[in-house]
Nanobody, 116 residues
Framework: QLQLVESGGGLVKPGGSLRLSCAAS????????IGWFRQAPGKAREGVSC????????NYADSVKGRFTISRDIAKNTVYLQMNSLKPEDTGVYYC?????????WGQGTQVTVSA
């Protein structure tokens, strides 16, 4: 079965850190561009970060630059999103997406809540 499974979300205080994981099964992430997206209550889903299929290019939304880092471990078939200096506005459900041409896979999402 082809799927992506996110994990690592939770409740954290402002200024804290979390590391999200996106594990793929049934296919290799090595051939896919991977993106992290988030959706806050009442808002549209937005792109947070992405990494190219070759792993040598990354991109970040302006709102997370300098605080978030995307990386991947091909051996573990997993992509990570290290989130530091978290802010309340980072709260939302975080999804990972694997894209290759017309093919897209989405995970089920993991909740991140930043609150004092």
């Amino acid at each position: 079965q082809l799927q992506l499974v996110e994990s690592g979300g939770g409740l954290v205080k402002p200024g804290g850190s979390l590391r999200l994981s996106c594990a793929a099964s049934g296919f290799s992430l090595d051939y896919y561009a991977i993106g992290w997206f988030r959706q806050a209550p009442g808002k549209a889903r937005e792109g947070v970060s992405c990494i190219s299929s070759s792993g040598d290019m990354t991109n970040y939304a302006d709102s997370v630059k300098g605080r978030f880092t995307i990386s991947r471990d091909i051996a573990k078939n997993t992509v990570y999103l290290q989130m530091n200096s978290l802010k309340p506005e980072d709260t939302g459900v975080y999804y990972c997406n694997a894209a290759r041409g017309w093919v897209n896979y989405w995970g089920q999402g993991t909740q991140v809540t930043v609150s004092a």
